[in-house]
T-cell receptor, first 115, second 113 residues
């Protein structure tokens, strides 16, 4: 596809369930970012990949959150033992070059609701 | 205090009005982004700028590096401009990884016909 694709668009999880959110970046994009956006707030940084290397995971809120990008393209954000406070929109973005000094392209997001 | 602050938080305008959204930041930056987010979550990049002014159609973005301030202007506003507009900063020094955007909380714009 032409843009960043995220799946699923919506996910309802029971508290304690594990979830996996997928991001397909634009082909050839080096940088990939995950953000968490709570209702009414701006997105907040979770983690950043440059190709397959996870260069920054300082924004991951707990060790229940794990992200990977094993082949430098598709990325998965996994949340173990989901809690209600994990309910948010999870946004993925990619950019052609390193970092955020080039235009970032965002996916539609995955809205996670933990019940 | 947030590192990126936007004002106003909410803005209602009549169709045709000139709109200004402001963004102030406290970190050193290498670039400043303006983004548009429609209901449903999708974000579109409008501008990325590091100095001066950029124009695209009815949208104009300006930045004053010395004052650490940027503005997004919309001329001849239209109901389809209704969205959340987000300012985001690329920090100049982020441990060398340059891997982060620091977002403002967004300005919710509603343009009435």
């Amino acid at each position: 596809g032409a843009g960043v694709s995220q799946s699923p668009r919506y996910k309802v999880a029971k508290r304690g369930q594990d979830v996996a959110l997928r991001c397909d970046p634009i082909s050839g994009h080096v940088s990939l970012f995950w953000y968490q956006q709570a209702l009414g707030q701006g997105p907040e940084f979770l983690t950043y990949f440059q190709n397959e290397a996870q260069l920054d995971k300082s924004g991951l809120p707990s060790d229940r959150f794990f992200a990977e990008r094993p082949e430098g393209s598709v990325s998965t954000l996994k949340i173990q033992r989901t809690q209600q406070e994990d309910s948010a929109v999870y946004l993925c973005a990619s950019s052609l070059a390193r970092g955020t000094n080039t235009e970032a392209f965002f996916g539609q997001g995955t809205r996670l609701t933990v019940v | 205090k947030n590192e990126v602050e936007q004002s106003p938080q909410n803005l209602t305008a009549q169709e045709g009005e000139f709109i200004t959204i402001n963004c102030s930041y406290s970190v050193g930056i290498s670039a400043l982004h303006w983004l548009q987010q429609h209901p449903g979550g999708g974000i579109v990049s409008l501008f990325m700028l590091s100095s001066g002014k950029k124009k695209h159609g009815r949208l104009i973005a300006t930045i004053n590096i010395q004052e650490k301030h940027s503005s997004l202007h919309i001329t001849a506003s239209h109901p389809r401009d209704s969205a959340v507009y987000i300012c985001a900063a690329s920090p100049a020094d982020y441990g060398g990884s340059q891997g982060n955007l620091i977002f403002g909380k967004g300005t919710k714009l509603s343009v009435k016909p």
